[in-house]
């Protein structure tokens, strides 16, 4: 079943990454490139029906800048209700306020770092190939 970028919900992400706000370019500027850790985002990544602002596919990793209207009436519902069903698919949902991106972005970028050190898988140990060769004098 695809559930990725699915292309009813193109036009959307398309006019998202057109329309975005100040503090999601500002946080775009550090997230792409593989800036933090290595790791590869996308902005604006649909999963279902929902529009991620920034998607991380390796880690299964969600990133959320929300404004002031995310912390008023029914909002808090829907943003939980949209955080199970991302997490339903194995993803982990990183939420940010937009005063933290604007007032301490340093200390955002050090917890997603962090958390995609807690995410990434340990590196198999190196395999030595081959026998040991003798050297001599001669």
Request: with cysteine; glycine share 8%.
């Amino acid at each position: 079943m695809q559930i990725y970028n699915l292309k009813s919900v193109k036009l959307v992400r398309r006019s998202l990454r057109s329309n975005a706000t100040p503090l999601e370019r500002i946080m775009w500027r550090h997230l792409r490139n593989r800036q933090v850790n290595g790791v590869k985002f996308y902005r604006q990544y649909s999963v279902g029906c929902y529009v991620v602002d920034f998607y991380a596919p390796a880690l299964k990793l969600a990133i959320e800048i929300d404004g002031g209207q995310h912390n008023e009436g029914g909002n808090i519902v829907k943003d939980e209700k949209r955080s199970t069903y991302l997490r339903q698919f194995g993803l982990s949902v990183m939420r940010f306020w937009n005063n933290e991106v604007r007032d301490n972005l340093s200390g955002v970028l050090d917890r997603i770092s962090g958390t995609i050190k807690l995410l990434t898988p340990p590196s198999p140990p190196l395999k030595i190939r081959g026998g040991t060769k003798s050297y001599e004098n001669k």
